[in-house]
Structure formats: C-alpha cells, structure tokens
C-alpha cells in the first residue's frame, strides 16, 4: 500500500509521504510551498482532556526552547483545521526516509568506525551537558530515538519529551537516578558503536576487539557502565573520554558513594552471642571442646 499523500496541507506544508508513529503522533514528511524544503510533521490525534493538552502544548514549548546541533530542533508548535496540535521539526533522513542510528549500526554490520565511534560519542555526551543545563532530562536514550541525517550528525529526537509530560512532583525526587540512567545509557550506545556488541556483566573489554585500542577505553567503559560507581556528571564523562589529552586525572577520580552493605554481614552483625552459641550443633560444641 503506497504511504503517498494527496493535496493534504498544514499550512505551507504539503504532507508528501506518511512515516508511521513516533512518541505517540503521526509523522509525515511535508513540503514547505514558501521555501521548496522537506520538512518533518509530528500531528498529535485531537485530545479531548483540556488538562491534557495543555500538558502536551507547555510541554512541546519547553521542548522548543533546546538549540542544540545535536538536538532534533522543533521549528513551530501549532494546531491544525480539526484541533489536532502539530510539530514541525527539520527532515534528517534521505530519499528513502528517516534514518535511526539503529538502521545504521544494522547496515554496518553492528558496529561504527573507531573515529566515528568516538564522535558520535562526544555529540551525545555534548547534548545532554547541554540540555541539563536547561534543567531538561531524558533518562535513558535508545538508539532508534537517534536520527542520522545525510551528513552523519546524530540527532535526538523529542529529547526530554517524556519526562516533561510528567508532573514535576512525580520527576524532581527521580532526576539523579534519570541522570545517571542517561549517561549509563549513552555509555552503552558508545560501547556498541565502538565493539559491535552489547552491554553485559560479562563484557568483553574493547581493546581486546579492536587492536591498537588505547587502553584508556577500557577504563571509560569500566566506569560508564558500573551502574553504582559511574560518572559522576556529563562533564565528567565528558572529561574522562580518552579523546581528552588530559583524561587521565579524569578516570583516576573516584565518587565518594555510600558502601554497600550486604544483607548476609547486616544479620551476623545483630546476631547475639547467646543465639550464635546456641545455634551450634551438639556435635560442633563437643569437637570445639576436645
């Protein structure tokens, strides 16, 4: 079934092509009749809740406020005809469609180049310092929220549009662990991009999959991935990457986190003496006896 569209308009915007679903609206890519440029549509079904929508359009305004090269950019926040509210945001993909990070690690085997890996990297990481200053988080980033445009920028897509939904109440209590996620997360893309393998416990250390590898990698990765120990910030991630010629006192830096206690040593700590002899079998008292 062909997705083409015929003299449906939003505006200035010929809507060309459908593109399916993305964070709940329908996407399409248009045409903009004043400047003869495509352009991404987002069109939201109509909401009947006025609650709700006001949610949805503050929060699409929060959203418009994040100029960032490597932040999908929304150009204008509006209702169409039948009060269905819609997004207009730059059209990254090519001829063929939208291009996800996840398509290109797909058509690459798995995996980026060494230098690419590592840039993709530094956008990423850039991205987010730069939205949290804008007190805007995320959480965890998927590669397929990731667009790629023709030059092979990376760009997130509708960054932070989740969370901001939510009510401030539900997210301020959460944001250091959102925080976290997010730079665990991508951590994970990199070490993806770099290895062509995934995450695991048992993760097999990057310079033993790519030679010549600076071991300074290994140690990036140990870090960014240990879920209690981990970066401290996006700068110290940022910082800590093995492009930096000063990493090394950056990886060197250890968080003053609060030990773990474990259950095990917690019950042998409250345990009485009298409980603890008692509890010794007849058998065990006699051979400590002899």
């Not at 909401?47 to 932040?71: C, E, G, P, W, Y």
């Not at 819609?86 to 798995?110: A, K, Q, S």
Request: proline residues 3%; positive net charge; charged residues 20%.
């Amino acid at each position: 079934m062909s997705t083409t569209l015929r003299n449906e308009y939003f505006g200035p915007y010929k809507l060309i092509r459908s593109m399916g679903n993305a964070h709940g609206a329908s996407r399409f890519v248009v045409l903009c009749n004043r400047t003869d440029t495509n352009y991404t549509l987002y069109r939201f079904e109509h909401i009947s809740s006025a609650k709700q929508r006001r949610t949805l359009f503050d929060t699409l305004l929060k959203m418009s406020v994040l100029n960032h090269s490597h932040l999908l950019k929304i150009e204008s926040v509006s209702y169409d005809d039948s009060g269905r509210l819609c997004v207009v945001t730059p059209y990254t993909g090519n001829h063929d469609g939208l291009v996800t990070l996840d398509d290109l690690l797909l058509i690459r085997d798995g995996k980026l180049g060494m230098i690419e890996a590592a840039r993709a990297l530094e956008h990423l990481l850039d991205a987010i310092r730069y939205a949290h200053l804008q007190q805007v988080v995320n959480g965890s980033i998927h590669q397929s929220n990731i667009l790629v445009d023709r030059y092979g920028c990376l760009q997130v897509q509708f960054y932070g549009f989740d969370l901001l939904m939510q009510s401030s109440e539900e997210t301020a209590h959460k944001r250091t662990t959102q925080v976290a996620d997010e730079i665990r997360s991508i951590v994970q893309l990199g070490y993806t991009m770099m290895t062509g393998l995934t995450s695991r416990n048992d993760r097999i250390a990057p310079s033993r999959v790519i030679k010549k590898l600076d071991r300074n990698w290994d140690t990036w990765f140990d870090i960014g991935l240990d879920p209690i120990d981990g970066f401290e910030s996006v700068e110290h991630a940022i910082q800590a990457l093995p492009t930096n010629p000063n990493c090394d006192q950056w990886l060197t830096t250890k968080n003053i986190r609060v030990p773990q206690v474990h259950i095990g040593s917690m019950l042998r700590r409250f345990r009485t003496p009298t409980s603890s002899r008692s509890s010794r079998s007849p058998a065990t008292r006699n051979l400590r006896n002899r």
